[in-house]
């Protein structure tokens, strides 16, 4: 068994290859190691997979068809796990062509690959909560109208979701998008806010709290984000599931996240317990492209893969900010 991952040095994709390669399974990962935020992280993950057997990665860029190609070429690939994204709400502002390239080229990329690739079982892809925009009846379901995004990043994760479903309908490929929600937890992303409070925090630095502190965020650690994904690529598309409104397509969407939003004040808190330190704050109004609340409703993916995420804010970031002190010797 086999299983492609892209994004294999990201945070969610590096845990999902852990996770796979503890169970026996082969990988084959990619991922383009770029700059958005410190590549010596990604390299720092990857460093974990030296000498291991059932690993082999390879640095390439999703926008290159023949690089994705090279990368399986001679390999019976039995699942795809696409995770790879230029990520981040408020980059999308700053630097557009980066998420044409690698959400909107790079996912069509993926679905020709999948498209051609012989004995495939099943293709999950991720997709975010940010697609639901700034919508305020919580919590957010599958079936509410995501078409009023509010940044260009949740632009492209909903292009994905529809291309998805061409690309089911038309060639019968089993697609699953996974609406993540706020994924934290040890080897995450600098550009995350439980990371930068912490290092902040810990540094008696000034941490900022966007719209004065009065927003909900699902937070979901990560070792649940992986046990829901792994759920999903073994199980792959379930048809008698929620499936895409009757139309047929072997395509479905769900949330994934903890289902139990947090008050940011609240997050705050608990950061400085943990660090021990109280936080200097600079409270500043809502930035473009963000929203008041996430909140996942999980009955479908509770119902069609018994998904149940465990971990509390509180357990989730002692573990964070445990990893983060023993990472940077503070």
């Given at each position: 068994m086999t299983t492609l991952i892209t994004g294999a040095a990201g945070f969610i994709g590096f845990h999902t290859a852990k996770a796979l390669l503890a169970k026996g399974v082969e990988v084959v990962g990619?991922?383009?190691?770029?700059?958005?935020?410190?590549?010596?992280?990604?390299?720092?993950?990857?460093?974990?997979?030296?000498?291991?057997?059932?690993?082999?990665?390879?640095?390439?860029?999703l926008a290159d068809m023949q690089a994705?190609?090279?990368?399986?070429?001679?390999?019976?690939?039995?699942?795809?796990?696409?995770?790879a994204a230029q990520a981040g709400v408020r980059y999308s502002l700053q630097n557009p062509h980066a998420y044409v390239q690698s959400n909107l080229v790079g996912h069509v990329n993926m679905l020709e690959l999948a498209r051609h690739m012989g004995g495939l079982e099943h293709m999950?892809?991720?997709?975010?909560?940010?697609i639901?925009?700034?919508?305020?009846?919580?919590?957010?379901?599958?079936?509410?109208?995501?078409?009023?995004?509010?940044?260009?990043?949740?632009?492209?994760?909903k292009?994905?979701?529809?291309?998805?479903?061409?690309?089911?309908h038309l060639y019968g490929i089993p697609l699953t998008g996974l609406r993540f929600f706020t994924v934290y937890g040890p080897w995450g992303r600098p550009d995350m806010a439980y990371w930068s409070f912490t290092d902040r925090i810990l540094k008696g630095e000034t941490i900022e709290v966007f719209n004065h502190g009065d927003m909900l965020r699902d937070f979901t650690f990560i070792d649940d984000i992986v046990d829901g994904v792994l759920r999903i690529s073994e199980r792959g598309f379930v048809p008698a599931g929620q499936g895409e409104g009757g139309s047929g397509a072997p395509h479905a969407v769900y949330n994934i996240g903890n289902n139990h939003p947090e008050r940011l004040e609240d997050f705050v808190?608990?950061?400085?317990?943990?660090?021990?330190?109280?936080?200097?704050?600079?409270?500043?109004?809502m930035q473009p492209g963000d929203v008041p609340?996430?909140?996942?409703?999980?009955?479908?993916?509770?119902?069609?893969?018994g998904f149940e995420p465990t971990t509390s804010l509180e357990e989730g970031l002692r573990r964070f900010v445990t990893w983060y002190r023993q990472y940077f010797g503070v």
């Open positions: 990619i991922d383009n190691l770029n700059d958005y935020y410190d590549p010596a992280l990604k390299r720092a993950r990857l460093s974990h997979f030296d000498g291991e057997k059932g690993f082999a990665f390879h640095h390439a860029d994705l190609r090279d990368a399986v070429a001679g390999r019976k690939i039995d699942r795809i796990i696409h995770l999950a892809y991720a997709s975010s909560s940010s639901y925009g700034g919508r305020t009846d919580l919590p957010f379901r599958e079936s509410d109208r995501a078409d009023t995004p509010v940044s260009l990043y949740a632009a492209t994760k292009s994905n979701e529809l291309m998805s479903h061409t690309y089911a808190a608990i950061l400085e317990r943990l660090t021990g330190r109280k936080a200097n704050r600079r409270d500043l109004p609340a996430t909140y996942a409703d999980i009955a479908a993916i509770r119902r069609d893969y």
